[in-house]
């Protein structure tokens, strides 16, 4: 069965901290840190493997500052 994985990279030195992206990921897959960027905000980071591309965090994201890849994976 193919199903789709995913995975996310967050530009940390543009992102300014909103939280929007953690409550839209149905996976919990984006928490923020404790520790500043350059601009003094907290950012978004990735905490598991669980994405599946699903886009969501890349389009609520008002600084468009989350580029999603997708790659189809085959699970035996
Ligand atoms: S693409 Fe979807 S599953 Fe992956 S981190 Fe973003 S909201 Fe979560
Ligand atoms: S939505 Fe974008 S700017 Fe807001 S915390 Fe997430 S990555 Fe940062």
Redesign the pocket.
Same mark, same amino acid.
């Given at each position: 069965m193919a199903k789709v994985k995913g995975d996310i990279e #967050?530009n940390v030195e543009r992102?300014?901290?909103?939280?929007?992206? #953690?409550a839209s990921c149905p996976f919990t897959v #984006?928490a923020?840190t404790k520790e500043v960027n350059g601009k003094g905000y907290h950012?978004?980071i990735k905490v598991n493997d669980d994405c599946t591309g699903c886009m969501n965090?890349a389009i609520?994201?008002?600084?468009g500052? #989350?580029t999603v890849y997708r790659a189809k994976v085959t699970a035996e």
């Open positions: #967050i992102c300014k901290g909103c939280e929007v992206c #953690i #984006i923020m950012y978004a965090c609520v994201c008002p600084d500052v #989350i």
